[in-house]
């Protein structure tokens, strides 16, 4: 069996050198904790040997580990490390208890043996929770130490950086002041250039507007041209009726004529009240705006801006095509808006809705039987105490990545020079401050829905 005496002081020995730092501190002892743990083994050996020829080598090793263990607690250079001498105190009393038992009252060691092996148990696991509470008392201790000495350094360090810091901020001070002051310029040149490109969107707005109304205004005034001089002419063959003799006059003739005069002078005026609501609407999209809301038939402008709208882009591309449909609510009735700025905010939508639906069809008509037909939807819908406008269009739709930025100023997917990325963020204030919300709902290949809900019927 193996004798745990010489083994226990092998360890001892070992670890009061490394942890006591003996080499450094001391070497005298650490020589002989050295040579004590040299003898350990040999001893261990020696007696395993010797102990078929001598019995009671264990009495030995035992008084050893006792003489041992008072080393430790007599010698001040192992103070630091006397927790030891409490951890194996149990097993050492315990182990020569039961020697003295063992050889002297054999009979009794008999009795107790099991007793006896019970306790020499408890006094090992007491030893090895003690080392363990000590070692991690030292680990924390060295820890510690280490923080403090950081800390010490630390803190020169941070001395010498505050003296250079001092340094630095008087020299970063007159810097800084320099920078504000040019950041100050720069905000105001910023703030200038901010408001020229608003106004820039909505003059852009404007040009797109009176493209798609110069389209638009013309058809009314090619009707009242044409049906003008079909009245020319039926009051020329009027006349000429008028004068043939009484008797070959056709009475008939004369009542078809001026029904048909009549006829043609509603629809000169109906189209020449076309033509005035047109300019009407031009001059108020264009004009300074009051603020002020008024009743507006939500239904009429959202159709007026559509077709403004596709027109403006028809006139700068003749090979654009789309289908428009429309789906509004009549028990919509009138809501108090602001025309002129809804307008905006309706074009805006619009124009971006064309846009994308021409890009679709420019990257798709070279593509062999390709079904694609641009399309933009308007739907208008009366939800209890509120008012919503969806405007759909089936252009490459917006990616998932950038669709909550479609409302941020100066975004913009277009090519340079061809939007300020100011138009959906005037919209979203315009809606805003009409006590509405605007939100977008897009899938990338498919389309793109905007929806506008405003309060009030």
């Known amino acids: 069996m193996i ?31 050295k040579w004590i743990m ?17 019995p009671g080598q264990e009495i030995i090793s035992a008084l050893l580990l006792v003489g041992f263990t008072y080393l430790l607690y007599s010698r001040e250079i192992f103070r630091p490390a006397r927790q030891i001498v409490i951890a194996i105190a149990p097993y050492v009393i315990v182990n020569l208890f039961n020697l003295v038992i063992k050889y002297f009252m054999p009979d009794r060691y008999k009795t107790w043996d099991s007793t006896l092996d019970n306790i020499s148990t408890f ?50 001070t007159a810097e800084i002041t320099k920078q504000k002051e040019e950041l100050e310029e720069a905000l105001h040149e910023l703030k200038s250039m901010q408001s020229q490109l608003i106004q820039s969107e909505k003059m852009a707005s404007l040009g797109e507007l009176t493209a798609g109304i110069a389209h638009e205004i013309q058809n009314p005034l090619n009707f009242v041209n044409n049906f003008s001089e079909v009245n020319a002419e039926l009051i020329e063959e009027l006349k000429n009726e008028k004068r043939k003799p009484k008797d070959e006059r056709d009475d008939e003739l004369e009542n078809i004529l001026l029904h048909d005069l009549a006829a043609n002078e509603e629809k000169i005026n109906h189209h020449g009240k076309r033509a005035d609501a047109i300019v009407k609407g031009m001059l108020m999209h264009s004009r300074k705006n009051s603020g002020l809301k008024e009743p507006t038939d939500l239904n009429a402008i959202c159709d007026e801006y559509l077709r403004l709208s596709y027109h403006g882009l028809r006139a700068k591309d003749k090979n654009f095509n789309a289908d428009l449909k429309t789906d ?18 309706l074009l805006n939508i619009f124009n971006n809705a064309f846009y994308a639906v021409n890009e679709k069809f420019k990257a798709q008509k070279n593509i062999a039987n390709t079904t694609y037909k641009p399309l933009v939807t308007v739907q208008t819908k009366k939800l209890d105490d509120k008012t919503e406008i969806s405007i759909r269009d089936n252009g490459n739709g917006i990616p998932a990545n950038i669709i909550d930025k479609v409302f941020q100023p100066f975004f913009t997917t277009k090519p340079t020079g061809s939007g300020t990325g100011l138009g959906l963020s ?11 919300e605007i939100r977008v709902e897009s899938k990338e290949g498919e389309g793109t829905e905007f929806l506008i809900q405003l309060p009030g019927v």
């Open 3 to 33: 004798n745990l005496d010489y083994l226990l002081i092998f360890f001892i020995a070992k670890y009061l050198r490394s942890s006591l730092k003996t080499q450094e501190t001391n070497p005298i002892w650490d020589l002989r904790l």
């Open 38 to 54: 040299y003898a350990s083994p040999v001893l261990l050996l020696s007696g395993f040997l010797m102990n078929k020829i001598f």
């Open 123 to 172: 006094a090992i696991l007491w030893g090895v929770g003690v080392w363990i509470v000590t070692n991690r008392q030292r680990k924390a201790l060295a820890k510690a130490t280490a923080q403090v000495i950081a800390k010490e350094k630390d803190n020169q360090i941070i001395t010498q950086m505050k003296a250079d810091l001092e340094v630095q901020v008087k020299e970063r």
């Open 328 to 345: 509004f609510d009549d028990a919509l009735g009138k809501i108090d808006i602001v025309p002129q700025d809804f307008g905006r905010v």
């Open 426 to 436: 005037l919209s979203y204030d315009i809606v805003k401050a009409h006590g509405g």
